[in-house]
């Protein structure tokens, strides 16, 4: 059973550009999360998708946004990048009305 | 607003020997979620272990339990027969309320665990 996959695994962005994350989560889950992470910070929600909605939104600015396909393969988008958006993006899957939520390995996002 | 608190930046323990790594937590829901979760320097979060808020007994999972004291409002993880492998980040998170449309979770600052041979 194929797990949550993440692309791009790593890559290096100047600021001011723009950066598109994808998640494909495992069939048969329908809710996809978004996770970033930083030394500082630590481990802080972005947003979930369920059915192409979001469904909860965490405090990041609007440069921070999202999507659901249809097949439930999720983007994440950053635009006008800055120094401080170096981070980890997780992405996480779950079965609705399952507890656990299944984790991608990340994308590892450095900004220049 | 919810909260989880690990007070152990980094633990140390030798091979083969148990470990408690410690995790309170902060919610005014009464329904509410608990998990484990191990990350490896390639930065995966590895599920380990949960325990519901109504749940009696203390969850296992092979060698993970969970040390879950309602009234304290701790839920600690204990590591059995540490192994070299088990040397990660240690997460503890919360989902609260559980249950619905949350799928939000709040993490703690986390514990890095060395074994030693």
């Known amino acids: 059973k194929a797990g949550v996959t993440q692309t791009p695994r790593y890559l290096i962005k100047t600021r001011g550009q723009q950066v598109t994350l994808s998640c494909s989560p495992i069939s048969g889950h329908r809710s996809v999360s978004w996770y970033q992470q930083t030394p500082g910070q630590g481990l802080q929600f972005l947003f979930e998708?369920?059915?192409?909605?979001?469904?909860n939104k965490g405090n990041f600015p609007g440069r921070f946004s999202g999507r659901q396909f249809s097949n439930s393969r999720s983007e994440m988008n950053v635009s006008t990048l800055e120094l401080g958006d170096s981070a980890l993006y997780l992405c996480?899957?779950?079965?609705?009305?399952?507890?656990?939520?299944?984790f991608g390995a990340g994308s590892r996002l450095t900004v220049l | 607003a919810q909260k989880i608190t690990q007070t152990q930046p980094g633990m140390f323990v030798q091979e083969k020997e148990a470990v408690t790594l410690d995790c309170t937590y902060d919610t005014s829901d009464q329904s509410y979620g608990l998990f484990w979760y191990k990350q490896p320097s390639s930065g995966e979060m590895i599920f380990l272990i949960y325990?519901?808020?109504?749940?009696?007994q203390n969850a296992t999972e092979g060698r993970y339990s969970l040390n879950f004291q309602k009234a304290r409002k701790s839920a600690n993880l204990v590591i059995s027969a540490s192994q070299l492998g088990d040397s990660a980040m240690y997460f503890c998170?919360?989902?609260?309320?559980?249950?619905?449309?949350?799928?939000?979770?709040?993490f703690g600052k986390g514990t890095l665990l060395t074994v030693n041979p």
């Open positions: 998708y369920f059915s192409e909605t979001q469904r």
């Open positions: 996480a899957s779950s079965r609705e009305g399952a507890n656990v939520l299944t």
């Open positions: 998170a919360m989902r609260s309320p559980s249950g619905g449309s949350n799928y939000k979770l709040t």
């Open positions: 325990q519901g808020s109504y749940d009696e």
